[in-house]
């Protein structure tokens, strides 16, 4: 069998980048070893109960009828409609340190007027900031790395303010610790603070549904349980793949949404000039799932998401334990502003987890420790929310090692590799990257990722 | 295919790009860019949407005369002359 492009991965990146193929009468095939879509965004259904994978929130919310801005962009790049994805804009979000709590919306003057209330001495210095990110042209593919911290230094002078506005950013999207380069900042703040939160009613399901339906309406093939274990190269080029099973396609083009690290381990023998870029990132989460009796807004706990810290300056990086109690987010699907209520109460916590204390864990004591952990991340989780334990009905936990199972990444990272190849391009010419390792960021950022990749170099 | 003809298969186009866009009130002199707010990406598929229809290259640098629907409707007429309606 032979394609125009094959596509490593039915995340929503590359399913994205098929839609765009397929449309344009590219004969395209994508390849995914798991049993069902999704990749990092995906769903699953256990004891009768739909759960979301990823999602907490799809971030570049924007209201019907809006022209401009990524979710626009993206719903016109695949022929969409505003109400296939039919987002509902989320109630409030915070974040909580010690002393200190900054609340926002999807009304961008809303976290000015906080920033202005809680850091009065700040709000000129903020509006500084503000100027650098509208400066900068963050979709440029060939924008040079730079320190979010610097920029943020030189524009602010409380490092709680700097810790605060960072704190979402890192948790829903940096792959490097402690700091992150200023054009995934950009990325993340726009997405988060100037356009903000959403979510279908149905979750992750609708939009994966919604872009699956499209690439199968469009002839795109779509192959589950057909992992690649190797990428065929000959003088450069990469001409085809081996998958688990020993079949052979061929294809003019690859593209990979598999990560960087894990896309030149399926290339033998390859190891390119820049390997330093490839190296894998180490960023990676524990989640706690609960099934509640009860609508969390009758804890009552009425936010959509909590980013919250504990300690006296944000550390974001691999603990040394199991799982960072410091700090984490936690997320209620319920609170968003449908118009009729979800059919179960859910609070899920998430807090940065150290892969190394999850991979090689015998069973028995990998199951105790997602069990203890899960009772720690909630001890830590009540200090800025009620007590909701005692109305489970339900729970789950995911862990580093669940996310590998799944997704492939090494380490069960999240944001995938520290070092974004941004303009798609790998070692060999026709190999391209899209995904999280390409660098946009978020359920938006992801198709759009797989939308540029497919329009700069398979559709010219 | 005659200028309303070319006309219908633009504004055919633009509903597929833009499905949520009223283009009732589509002005044929003001340009695209003004009222749907279209940007290099959608400017790009229309010049692809015409080459997957009627197989038509546009040369880049005249994508400029897709300004409006008058500019790109004249500009088009020669090139669809003696191409079938589809609608």
Sequence with gaps: ?460 | MNPDEIRLVILDILASIAPDEDLSNLDDDVAFREQMELDSMDFLDIVMELRKRYRVQIPEDEYIQLGTMSSTVEYLVPMLRDVQSLA
Excluded at chain 1, 32 to 46: A, M, P, Q, V
Excluded at chain 1, 318 to 340: A, H
Aim: hydrophobic share 35%.
């Design chain 1, 1 to 460: 069998m032979s394609y125009d492009t094959i596509i490593i991965g039915a995340g929503l990146s590359g399913l994205a980048a098929g839609i765009r193929l397929a449309h344009f009468e590219k004969r395209v095939c994508v390849l995914e070893r798991h049993t069902t879509i999704g990749g990092l965004n995906s769903f699953y259904r256990l004891r009768k109960h739909n759960h979301d994978v990823g999602l907490h929130a799809v971030t570049n919310y924007a209201p019907p009828g809006t022209r401009t801005g990524p979710l626009s962009k993206l719903l016109r790049q695949l022929r969409l409609r505003w109400d296939d994805f039919d987002l509902v804009p989320q109630v409030e979000s915070s974040v909580v340190f010690p002393d200190r709590t900054l609340r926002f919306t999807n009304d961008f003057e809303y976290l000015k007027q906080q920033v202005a209330e809680q850091f009065p001495q700040q709000a000129d210095n903020f509006q500084k900031l503000l100027g650098h990110i509208d400066a900068h042209d963050e979709l440029d593919l060939f924008q040079r790395e730079t320190s979010a911290r610097e920029v943020l230094n030189g524009c602010i002078s409380d490092p709680l303010l700097i810790d605060m506005l960072l704190c979402p950013l890192m948790f829903y999207g940096s792959p490097t610790p402690h700091d992150m380069d200023f054009t995934q900042f950009v990325i993340m703040f726009k997405s988060i603070f100037y356009e903000g939160f959403g979510r279908p009613f149905h979750g992750v399901r609708q939009i994966m549904k919604q872009i699956v339906r499209k690439f199968k309406s469009l002839g795109g093939e779509l192959k589950l349980r057909a992992g690649v274990r190797e990428i065929v190269t000959d003088n450069g080029r990469a001409v085809g793949v081996i998958l688990d099973d020993g079949q052979e396609l061929s294809g003019k083009n690859i593209v990979s949404s598999a990560g960087s690290a894990e896309t030149l381990q399926l290339c033998p023998g390859d190891v390119p000039d820049n390997k330093a870029d490839y190296a894998p990132g180490e960023i990676s989460f524990v989640e706690t799932i609960s099934v509640l009796d009860r609508h969390p807004s009758e804890l009552p706990h009425h936010e959509t998401i909590v980013f919250y810290n504990h300690a006296d300056s944000f550390h974001y990086e691999c603990p040394n334990e199991p799982v960072d109690l410091r700090s984490g987010i936690i997320c209620s699907p319920n609170n968003f502003q449908y118009d009729e209520p979800l059919d179960d109460g859910r609070i899920r916590i998430t807090a940065l987890a150290n892969p190394a204390c999850w991979m090689d864990l015998p069973e028995e004591e990998y199951v105790a420790q997602k069990a203890r952990c899960f009772d720690e991340i909630a001890d830590s989780a009540v200090k800025v929310m009620p007590e909701f334990r005692e109305f489970t009905v339900d729970t789950d936990v995911f862990t580093p090692r669940t996310i590998r199972k799944f997704t492939g990444h090494l380490n069960g990272c999240v944001y995938g590799a520290p070092h974004k190849l941004r303009d798609g391009c790998t070692h060999l010419e026709n190999l391209y990257l899209c995904g999280t390792d390409q660098g946009f960021l978020g359920i938006v950022g992801s198709m759009l990722s797989g939308i540029t990749i497919a329009n700069r170099y398979l559709l010219k």
